[in-house]
């Protein structure tokens, strides 16, 4: 199974600081890679898909890119309400994974 | 409006058996592939399972091969999981999802004794 590493674990910033979440796969998975938010107690929030396209909604800060095993999120001006749990998910062969979380924390 | 509710979750002993269902609305379910995704306690993310929207194509997780079942009914826009031989490690919140973008609440599986 393809896996998907994240970085930082766990990050903590300021309201208004430029945050980049890493996400790295084990092998190529061309541009077959989602982001979710997660909040305490909630269902996860798609935010991108196909690495790059923001889902309908979400915010223009948080914006995605990459393609083959190298992938970031980047949220360019924190909002109060962005401190959450971001994973990354790739769906590029039937044995769907996730990256083990990014827990963005209030500095 | 979208909404996925899911229904079935409980405690049980190990080795024991649920039955998970996902009652669908507000989209056309049989256009969709759907999966059920999983989450024990302070962990994080781990996808389970998914079904072609016709049904014919499935899916599993390694360490649930021959233990859970999905399935879907497209007449009663109702997605399900079979679990047997339940495991204390399958002890998580279960969500059913709708492509990548539809997901429900989540029902809790709690295996122990």
């Known amino acids: 199974a393809i896996q998907l590493t994240q970085s930082p674990s766990s990050l903590s910033a300021s309201v208004g600081d430029r945050v980049t979440i890493t996400c790295r796969a084990s092998q190529g998975i061309s541009s077959a890679l989602a982001w979710y938010q997660q909040k305490p107690g909630k269902a996860p929030k798609l935010l991108i898909y196909d690495a790059s396209t923001l889902e309908s909604g979400v915010p223009s800060r948080f914006s995605g890119s990459g393609s083959g095993t190298d992938f970031t999120l980047t949220i360019s001006s924190l909002q109060p309400e962005d401190f959450a749990t971001y994973y990354c998910?790739?769906?590029?062969?039937?044995?769907?994974?996730f990256g083990q979380g990014t827990r963005l924390e209030i500095k | 409006e979208v909404q996925l509710l899911e229904s079935g979750g409980g405690l049980v002993q190990p080795g024991g058996s649920l039955r998970l269902s996902c009652a669908a609305s507000g989209f056309t379910f049989s256009n969709y592939a759907m999966s059920w995704v999983r989450q024990a306690p302070g962990k994080g993310l781990e996808w389970v399972s998914d079904?072609?929207?016709?049904?014919?194509?499935?899916h599993y997780i390694d360490s649930v091969k021959g233990r859970f079942t999905i399935s879907r009914d497209n007449s009663k826009n109702t997605l399900y999981l079979q679990l047997n031989s339940l495991r204390v490690e399958d002890t998580a919140v279960y969500y059913c999802?709708?492509?990548?973008?539809?997901w429900g609440q989540g029902t809790l599986v709690t295996v122990s004794s």
């Open positions: 998910q790739q769906f590029n062969n039937y044995l769907i994974t």
């Open positions: 999802v709708g492509g990548q973008l539809y």
């Open positions: 079904i072609s929207g016709s049904g014919g194509s499935t």
